[in-house]
């Protein structure tokens, strides 16, 4: 037996579909009032802060002495001493050039001063045979400032042996090549039995003397106008002298534990580059960091009071910085600022735009528009600037 449904007439379907309208138009007027409802925004009360600012600048490095050992005479290399990288105190003997030419020049030079004073022993004898001949009148003068003459002639013959001697000596001894400072061996290019001479393109190596490192990096003229009318000092070394020490970063991001101060800067400006050559020193104790490393050198600057702002808090419209300020009406407008370009990657500093006592939207300003409402949440200053790096 089939059970029958009720059939609802026309007067039913129509009171439904009027009750069915006005639920959707319910729910969506519910839901308009939850949207134009202002959204909770963290905000941040601005104050003057200290602060230390870090500019970062790409440094080459070098030892403190660099020094190219080139050989003084033509030959064969013919022992090597030392290794690459080898540790070598002054003095030290580095390799052997193989040279006889010059031990024969030696001996050649010996033989004349033998020579040489034979012949001085020969004229001083005729000048001491002539002198009382010409006293007694024998004889002239003459023949007594002759034999003066010759003698001295013969000396001066023998000067210029003895100087041969010293010059093939030296020669001689320029076939001992040796470290003249203390350092660190660089690389060898040439084999043993290689022809080398002074015109030789490459030198036998280098010594890096790295008992102190010098960091190379350069500024370029802004910067250095900057110093000189910011800094105190009647010269550039009395300037220098008031920076305060600066950080050594390594190639692998690692601080280098000693720190170093800025010596010394070019007192004219590269007009190819236009910049300013800079150099910082620093202790290099256990030789860990060699010459021709890369780094970066840090130079911190101390601001009393700054007014320092998120990064997060700003967005950026064809290279300008903003970022949105709360009104007292609960509304937020955009406000240009001008902030040093140097920053921790974190926070900006602001030049210009805002002052003491704005409050700026902190997080989620990517959502907001001109004039937009917000429920303003405000945060504590100190816990926004103690947060970690990330």
Do not use: W
């Amino acid at each position: 037996m089939r059970t029958r449904l009720p059939v609802l007439g026309a007067a039913h379907l129509l009171v439904l579909a009027i009750l069915a309208s006005c639920g959707n138009k319910d729910e969506k007027a519910a839901a308009a009032a939850a949207a134009e409802a202002p959204k909770v925004y963290q905000v941040l009360t601005l104050t003057r802060r200290a602060t230390t600012l870090n500019s970062d600048y790409p440094a080459t490095i070098e030892g403190q002495q660099n020094i190219e050992i080139r050989p003084m005479i033509d030959g064969y290399l013919g022992r090597s001493y030392v290794d690459e990288g080898a540790t070598v105190r002054k003095g030290q003997v580095l390799f052997t050039i193989t040279a006889p030419q010059y031990e024969q020049e030696v001996r050649t030079a010996q033989a004349n001063i033998k020579i040489a004073k034979a012949n001085v022993d020969a004229a001083r004898m005729e000048v001491n045979k002539v002198r009382p001949l010409v006293e007694k009148n024998i004889i002239s003068a003459y023949e007594l400032q002759s034999a003066q003459f010759t003698l001295q002639s013969r000396q001066a013959a023998l000067a210029q042996a003895q100087a041969t001697l010293a010059n093939a000596r030296t020669n001689l001894g320029y076939t001992s090549v040796t470290s003249p400072v203390n350092g660190v061996v660089g690389t060898i290019p040439y084999k043993i039995g290689s022809l080398v001479s002074r015109s030789t393109t490459l030198p036998l190596t280098t010594v890096s003397n790295i008992g102190n490192i010098f960091a190379y990096f350069s500024i370029n003229e802004k910067q250095a106008l900057a110093f000189s009318h910011d800094t105190k000092g009647a010269t550039t070394q009395e300037r220098l002298a008031t920076l305060p020490p600066v950080t050594l970063i390594l190639a692998n991001g690692e601080v280098f534990p000693e720190q170093g101060r800025v010596e010394t800067a070019s007192g004219s400006i590269n007009t190819e580059t236009g910049s300013v050559r800079v150099r910082a020193v620093f202790r290099n104790p256990g030789n860990i960091v060699r010459s021709g490393s890369s780094g970066i050198v840090r130079i911190p600057t101390t601001v009393d009071t700054a007014i320092i702002i998120p990064q997060q808090a700003t967005y950026e419209i064809q290279g300008k910085k903003f970022v949105y300020v709360v009104q007292d009406s609960g509304k937020v407008s955009s406000s240009e600022v001008r902030v040093l370009a140097n920053n921790d990657g974190r926070f900006f500093v602001v030049e210009r735009g805002l002052k003491p006592g704005q409050r700026i939207v902190l997080e989620g300003v990517a959502t907001l528009r001109e004039g937009a409402a917000i429920k303003p949440k405000a945060v504590n200053a100190d816990s926004v600037y103690a947060q970690p790096a990330q």
